[in-house]
């Protein structure tokens, strides 16, 4: 692993951070905090949550216990909470049973902040994100097509700026530390950053979108974006929910797992998806790497700021992650990913 300054802040992390979406449903508490203690010791200084997890699925009685599982796992361990980078999320209005479904205001932006700070048992958040933009993401299996009737420019900049001045409040009062995005595109970070430089408002130094082998939409506008103007990428599903593991392969449903929990992996399971993985698997293979190490060092060493979200629901499985973290491709294994991505592009 090695240490990246977090968008243009002095606050370093590591180019690999924990997630946490499984705590508290799949992954049980106790095994959660054995995870935190397994990262921290493997030196691992970033952690990222949400307000609405656990997922697979979110339902309204599980939202924000694993910000409470990890807040108690601060208050057993007040002693290391300055040991790590703490990232979480506010909740838009796709999710209709937090805050009835509300767009992000300054209203539901502090509401929001108080009550991760209290589940989360810490003073500051090192890192505040919003989830998703109020105007919809071209995530989630979203990017097929563009809406110009669901834009209103104006009345997007205005909560932008009214946004980016709650922020600012949350940064005086000592609560964050530092704004950012979440499932995001090149032209709604580009505001964002045009605001806060006009303003003199906290400027977005991450961005969390989707990134892995068999999703690369950030490799060219985002990619150009945090590259000049030096905002750092949190990718999370690295390994596409699991099927750069190799598990689904040749019709497999393993019990409990998160196909077998909610069927079509958020739109990832095509008919596409299994030769795109059956040829990184057979790259894996040829150089003899473990895929899922090759997964996660794919998405390291990627040409701009980036640090790669891993989850794990067990901690057998969080520590054959731990065991891969400093494996590094090759120029001619980076060169054959990319001749098997334009021989599948977009398989999901």
């Avoid at 935190?36 to 924000?64: C, R």
């Avoid at 990619?223 to 990718?235: K, R, S």
């Amino acid at each position: 692993m090695r240490k990246i300054p977090l968008g243009m802040t002095d606050t370093m992390i590591t180019d690999y951070c924990l997630g946490t979406m499984t705590w508290g449903t799949h992954t049980p508490e106790a095994e959660a905090h054995r995870q935190m203690d397994m990262a921290l010791d493997a030196g691992i200084t970033i952690v990222d949550t949400a307000e609405m997890y656990p997922v697979n699925p979110v339902t309204p009685e599980t939202v924000g216990l694993t910000e409470t599982v990890l807040g108690n796992w601060n208050a057993a361990n007040p002693g290391r909470r300055d040991a790590y980078v703490l990232a979480t999320k506010i909740t838009g209005k796709n999710a209709a049973f937090v805050r009835q479904g509300q767009d992000i205001t300054p209203e539901t932006f502090t509401a929001a902040l108080d009550a991760s700070l209290a589940r989360l048992k810490t003073d500051m958040i090192d890192i505040y994100q919003l989830h998703w933009p109020n105007r919809g993401s071209y995530h989630f299996r979203q990017n097929w097509g563009f809406n110009p009737a669901a834009q209103n420019r104006a009345a997007t900049l205005e909560n932008m700026h009214e946004v980016l001045e709650a922020a600012q409040e949350a940064v005086k009062a000592g609560k964050i530390r530092h704004f950012a995005l979440s499932n995001e595109s090149a032209w709604g970070t580009a505001q964002w950053l045009q605001l806060a430089k006009a303003h003199s408002l906290p400027r977005v130094q991450s961005i969390q979108n989707e990134y892995s082998l068999l999703c690369r939409h950030y490799d060219t506008d985002l990619a150009e974006l945090a590259v000049n103007e030096q905002v750092t990428l949190l990718a999370y599903s690295p390994l596409a929910a699991g099927l750069l593991t190799g598990k689904y392969q040749n019709g497999a449903l393993p019990d409990g797992s998160r196909m077998a929990l909610n069927g079509d992996l958020g739109g990832r399971k095509t008919p596409r998806v299994f030769d795109a993985v059956a040829a990184y698997l057979e790259l894996a293979t040829a150089h003899g790497l473990d895929p899922i190490h090759m997964a996660l060092a794919f998405s390291v060493q990627r040409p701009f700021p980036v640090s790669t979200i891993f989850g794990a629901t067990t901690c057998d499985q969080l520590a054959h992650i731990l065991t891969g973290l400093d494996v590094t491709l090759t120029h001619d294994q980076l060169a054959e990913i990319d001749k098997i991505h334009k021989a599948h592009p977009m398989p999901f």
